[in-house]
């Protein structure tokens, strides 16, 4: 696997190494000493998730207070922009987000520590999302920053004119100057 920095020193993307022939691929999507060695971070991983969503929706950004959870995800079908925004605010890249294409295609997955919102757009049709994460889904901790807060400026790639479809939670999100943040 290889690692790939961001414009964010914490946040990276992993490439996995694939192995393809004439039946298909094969490759591993976690392997803990390697993901140790090649990030320097021993994480633990408790929980894992599967969303589908279809085209033009967009998931965030969300994030857990009191239990932050740090998250590697990766699509298995379709195609998402992927973003992470940095919410400790004592961090020199408070307020800055990184955006990442994953694709079924690319085999990319992006590692997001704990301390970060995370959202994601979906560009294709159908978009299966697979992530892991080190701590449990509090329902009472979960928390939403607006996805197109002016503050933040994430750079969407939404044509003009579209709006994407959100939940009624992610609608109402507040400003991320009025969000409960880390410290
Ligand atoms: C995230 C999550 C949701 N749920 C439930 C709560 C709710 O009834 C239903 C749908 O939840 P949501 O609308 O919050 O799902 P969703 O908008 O997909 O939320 C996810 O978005 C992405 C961007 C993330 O980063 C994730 O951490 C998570 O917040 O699933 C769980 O039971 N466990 C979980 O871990």
Redesign the pocket.
Same mark, same amino acid.
């Given at each position: 696997m290889k690692v790939i920095a961001t414009s964010i020193p914490e946040v990276m993307i992993i490439e996995p190494k694939v192995f393809g022939d004439s039946r298909g691929f094969f490759f591993e999507s976690f392997n803990q000493e390697n993901f140790r060695q090649a990030t320097g971070l021993d994480v633990r991983f408790v929980?894992d998730?599967h969303?589908r969503s279809v085209k033009g929706v967009l998931?965030?950004?969300? *994030?857990?207070v009191r239990r932050p959870?740090g998250?590697l995800?990766r699509v298995v079908r379709g195609a998402v922009f992927d973003v992470a925004v940095d919410i400790r605010r004592s961090s020199p890249t408070f307020g800055h987000w990184v955006g990442v294409e994953l694709t079924e295609d690319n085999y990319r997955q992006l590692w997001l520590p704990p301390g970060f919102a995370?959202?994601?757009y979906v560009l294709s049709d159908i978009a299966d999302f697979l992530?892991k994460?080190t701590e449990y *889904?509090f329902?009472d901790f979960?928390r939403s920053i607006l996805w197109n807060d002016p503050g933040i400026a994430i750079g969407w790639p939404i044509e003009a004119g579209v709006s994407p479809v959100v939940?009624s939670?992610?609608e109402k999100a507040a400003r991320l100057v009025h969000a409960e943040v880390f410290e």
């Open positions: 929980q998730n969303s998931r965030g950004l969300h *994030y857990q959870q998250k995800v995370h959202g994601f992530y994460t *889904y329902s979960d939940s939670k992610d």
